[in-house]
Nanobody
């Protein structure tokens, strides 16, 4: 059974860091696109960072470039989102998602079919 579970969210002050973890079970992650998305209250869901095997680069939305880093863990089927220098605007529920390896999924566009339950990140002083 395919399952995605996010962890690592919490309440931090501006400038601090968090590392989110997405653990995928029930499927071999290596051939799929994986992405981190977020949704703030009253706003549409936004693609934060995405990676697909056929793409040579990892996509980051402009607002997180230089601050967030997505990586695949040494533990099989684990993906991380390292978030540094967090800002109040980063407050949202963060989701990891799984999709087929396509040009669209590599840029956090359409094609993500499987989603985790989300983890809350709150940045506030």
């Amino acid at each position: 059974q395919l399952e995605l579970v996010e962890s690592g969210g919490g309440l931090v002050q501006p400038g601090e860091s968090l590392r989110l973890t997405c653990t995928v079970s029930g499927i071999n992650l290596g051939t799929f696109a994986i992405g981190w998305f977020r949704q703030a209250p009253g706003k549409e869901r936004e693609g934060v960072s995405c990676s697909a095997p056929s793409s040579s680069s990892t996509y980051y939305t402009d607002s997180v470039k230089g601050r967030f880093t997505m990586s695949r863990g040494n533990v099989k089927n684990t993906v991380y989102l390292q978030m540094n220098n967090l800002k109040p605007g980063d407050t949202a529920v963060y989701y990891c998602a799984l999709g087929s390896d396509t040009p669209m999924t590599s840029i956090c566009s359409v094609g993500y079919d499987y989603w985790g339950q989300g983890t809350q990140v709150t940045v506030s002083s």
